[in-house]
């Protein structure tokens, strides 16, 4: 079954109001093809991001999301914000959400069941630090986070999830793992899903691949068997990098 192949955009908490009106001007140029583009503005961005590319097909995802569907929690946004300004997908359990804003497991399987549940669509991240890598855990790690965050949605549900990969030491860092260490990982992902939902769930999620992608090893990396795209951090604040890695998803 031929995967089609998605690269995501993360802006993280980069972007003033006119830099990103600038930044979705110049990407309105991009030719998607056969892959589906999308950017994480932040969430003052987000409903002039929805309104400048209702033509494009470029989607708007948020970066992130309360897992409570309302009330009293002061500075957090909610899934049916989310939706109210057109935004119908969300990333979870970036890296730095679990490194600098502490959440767990715990949290993120609440996230992920609270945005599926309202038929939000999730990029749900996973990745190791260098630590456990060294150590030998990183398998073992990935296993958990996936088990933990994402195992306890049903067949249907799975299918609205796509899974991104991202080393933590990879991200930011300018230094990207090796073609072999990428492809084993997400191998050993595609397994987790056979092994739970079957051959026909597996063949179709779709594992992106993040951390350090840029235009020289982009094309490399999207050639690996198991990976389905990337999710582009740095890269993806600049309109020429950004194009030339979705030309490279493209072959
Ligand atoms: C990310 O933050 O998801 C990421 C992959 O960042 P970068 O591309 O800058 O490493």
């Known amino acids: 079954m031929k995967r089609k192949k998605l690269v995501a955009g993360n802006w993280k908490m980069n972007m003033t109001y006119d830099e990103s009106v600038s930044l979705i001007e110049e990407l309105k140029q991009i030719s998607t093809n056969d892959v589906d583009v999308k950017i994480a503005p932040s969430f003052t961005n987000l409903n002039n991001a929805v309104s400048l590319l209702s033509l494009s097909e470029i989607e708007v995802i948020a970066q992130d999301v309360y897992l409570e569907e309302r009330g009293a929690f002061t500075g957090e946004i909610s899934i049916e914000m989310l939706k109210s300004v057109g935004v119908?997908?969300?990333i979870i359990g970036h890296s730095e959400r679990r490194k600098y804003f502490n959440e767990n497991d715990f949290i993120l399987s609440k996230k992920a069941k609270t945005a599926i549940d309202n038929s939000v669509n999730i990029i749900f991240c996973v990745g190791e630090e260098l630590s456990e890598r060294e150590k030998g855990n990183h398998f073992k790690l990935i296993k958990n986070q996936i088990i933990c965050g994402l195992f306890s949605l049903d067949t249907e549900q799975i299918k609205n999830v796509v899974v991104a990969y991202e080393p933590v030491w990879a991200?930011?860092?300018?230094k990207t793992a090796e073609n072999y260490q990428i492809q084993e990982m997400h191998e050993y992902i595609r397994k987790l899903?056979?092994?739970k939902?079957?051959?026909d769930i597996s063949?179709?999620?779709?594992i992106l691949y993040g951390g350090s992608v840029k235009p020289n090893n982009a094309e490399e990396i999207f050639s690996l068997k198991d990976v389905d795209g990337g999710l582009i951090g740095g890269a993806s604040l600049n309109f020429s990098d950004f194009?030339?890695?979705?030309?490279?998803a493209n072959g």
């Open 88 to 90: 119908n997908s969300v």
């Open 193 to 195: 899903f056979d092994d």
């Open 203 to 206: 063949r179709q999620i779709r």
């Open 197 to 199: 939902y079957g051959s």
């Open 243 to 248: 194009n030339a890695i979705v030309r490279a």
């Open 171 to 174: 991200i930011g860092t300018g």
